[in-house]
Protein backbone atom coordinates (compact mmCIF):
# COMPACT_ATOMS: atom_id res chain seq x y z
CA UNK A 1 0.00 0.00 0.00
CA UNK A 2 2.90 2.23 0.51
CA UNK A 3 4.03 1.82 -2.77
CA UNK A 4 3.38 4.85 -5.25
CA UNK A 5 2.14 3.64 -8.35
CA UNK A 6 0.76 6.23 -10.59
CA UNK A 7 0.79 10.05 -8.63
CA UNK A 8 0.62 10.24 -4.43
CA UNK A 9 -2.40 11.92 -5.71
CA UNK A 10 -4.11 8.85 -7.46
CA UNK A 11 -2.93 6.63 -4.32
CA UNK A 12 -4.26 9.01 -2.00
CA UNK A 13 -7.88 9.26 -3.65
CA UNK A 14 -7.34 4.86 -4.14
CA UNK A 15 -6.56 4.63 -0.03
CA UNK A 16 -9.71 7.33 0.57
CA UNK A 17 -11.91 5.05 -2.13
CA UNK A 18 -11.07 1.83 0.28
CA UNK A 19 -11.87 3.95 2.99
CA UNK A 20 -14.93 4.47 1.82
CA UNK A 21 -15.86 0.82 0.34
CA UNK A 22 -14.75 -0.44 4.01
CA UNK A 23 -17.86 1.55 5.55
CA UNK A 24 -20.10 -0.80 3.26
CA UNK A 25 -22.10 -3.63 5.08
CA UNK A 26 -20.99 -6.38 2.76
CA UNK A 27 -17.37 -5.35 2.62
CA UNK A 28 -15.03 -6.54 5.45
CA UNK A 29 -11.51 -4.96 4.55
CA UNK A 30 -8.48 -6.71 6.05
CA UNK A 31 -4.84 -5.58 5.88
CA UNK A 32 -2.36 -7.85 6.69
CA UNK A 33 1.00 -6.33 7.92
CA UNK A 34 4.28 -6.79 6.94
CA UNK A 35 4.88 -7.53 10.63
CA UNK A 36 2.94 -10.74 10.38
CA UNK A 37 5.61 -12.50 8.48
CA UNK A 38 5.66 -15.32 5.83
CA UNK A 39 1.97 -16.32 4.86
CA UNK A 40 -0.30 -18.33 2.48
CA UNK A 41 -1.15 -14.59 0.39
CA UNK A 42 2.42 -14.14 -0.16
CA UNK A 43 2.76 -17.32 -3.14
CA UNK A 44 -0.14 -15.69 -5.20
CA UNK A 45 -3.69 -14.33 -5.38
CA UNK A 46 -6.25 -17.02 -4.75
CA UNK A 47 -9.99 -16.72 -4.65
CA UNK A 48 -12.00 -19.54 -2.77
CA UNK A 49 -15.28 -19.95 -3.83
CA UNK A 50 -17.84 -21.18 -1.68
CA UNK A 51 -21.23 -22.19 -2.37
CA UNK A 52 -24.31 -24.90 -1.30
CA UNK A 53 -22.63 -26.99 -4.50
CA UNK A 54 -19.20 -27.68 -5.32
CA UNK A 55 -16.80 -24.86 -3.65
CA UNK A 56 -14.17 -23.74 -6.25
CA UNK A 57 -10.43 -22.18 -5.75
CA UNK A 58 -10.05 -20.07 -8.40
CA UNK A 59 -6.02 -19.31 -9.22
CA UNK A 60 -4.69 -16.68 -11.72
CA UNK A 61 -1.01 -15.62 -13.29
CA UNK A 62 -0.21 -13.40 -15.54
CA UNK A 63 -1.00 -15.21 -18.95
CA UNK A 64 -3.60 -18.13 -17.35
CA UNK A 65 -5.40 -19.68 -14.83
CA UNK A 66 -6.68 -21.94 -12.91
CA UNK A 67 -9.81 -23.86 -11.07
CA UNK A 68 -9.07 -26.65 -8.46
CA UNK A 69 -12.06 -28.44 -7.20
CA UNK A 70 -11.27 -31.29 -5.74
CA UNK A 71 -11.71 -32.13 -2.11
CA UNK A 72 -8.01 -31.68 -0.40
CA UNK A 73 -6.97 -28.99 -2.97
CA UNK A 74 -10.06 -26.77 -1.72
CA UNK A 75 -9.56 -27.32 1.70
CA UNK A 76 -5.35 -26.71 1.74
CA UNK A 77 -6.94 -22.72 0.20
CA UNK A 78 -9.32 -23.00 3.18
CA UNK A 79 -6.23 -23.72 5.52
CA UNK A 80 -4.76 -20.86 3.78
CA UNK A 81 -7.38 -18.29 3.55
CA UNK A 82 -7.76 -19.01 7.29
CA UNK A 83 -4.34 -18.60 8.13
CA UNK A 84 -4.16 -14.92 6.49
CA UNK A 85 -7.04 -14.01 7.96
CA UNK A 86 -5.70 -14.49 11.70
CA UNK A 87 -2.27 -12.51 10.64
CA UNK A 88 -4.54 -9.70 9.48
CA UNK A 89 -5.74 -6.37 11.20
CA UNK A 90 -9.16 -6.28 12.19
CA UNK A 91 -11.72 -4.27 9.94
CA UNK A 92 -11.10 -1.32 12.25
CA UNK A 93 -7.48 -1.24 12.57
CA UNK A 94 -7.42 -1.59 8.70
CA UNK A 95 -9.46 1.60 7.73
CA UNK A 96 -7.72 3.17 10.05
CA UNK A 97 -4.29 1.73 9.06
CA UNK A 98 -5.68 2.76 5.46
CA UNK A 99 -6.41 6.43 6.74
CA UNK A 100 -2.93 6.73 8.26
CA UNK A 101 -1.32 5.99 5.22
CA UNK A 102 -3.35 8.50 3.10
CA UNK A 103 -3.08 11.20 5.24
CA UNK A 104 1.27 10.40 5.56
CA UNK A 105 0.95 10.29 1.00
CA UNK A 106 -1.05 13.65 1.29
CA UNK A 107 1.22 15.61 4.11
CA UNK A 108 4.45 14.49 1.55
CA UNK A 109 6.41 16.78 -0.41
Keep these: MRQVIGTP ?12 MAE ?5 LRV ?3 S ?3 HPALEGLFLLIESEQTPVVQ ?15 VQSY ?5 TVFRAAMSPEESSGFVAEIAKDMEAAP
Design 9 to 20: EVMVEQLEYLGE
Design 24 to 28: LPNVD
Design 32 to 34: VPF
Design 36 to 38: SGR
Design 59 to 73: LESRRSGLFLHEQED
Design 78 to 82: REAAD
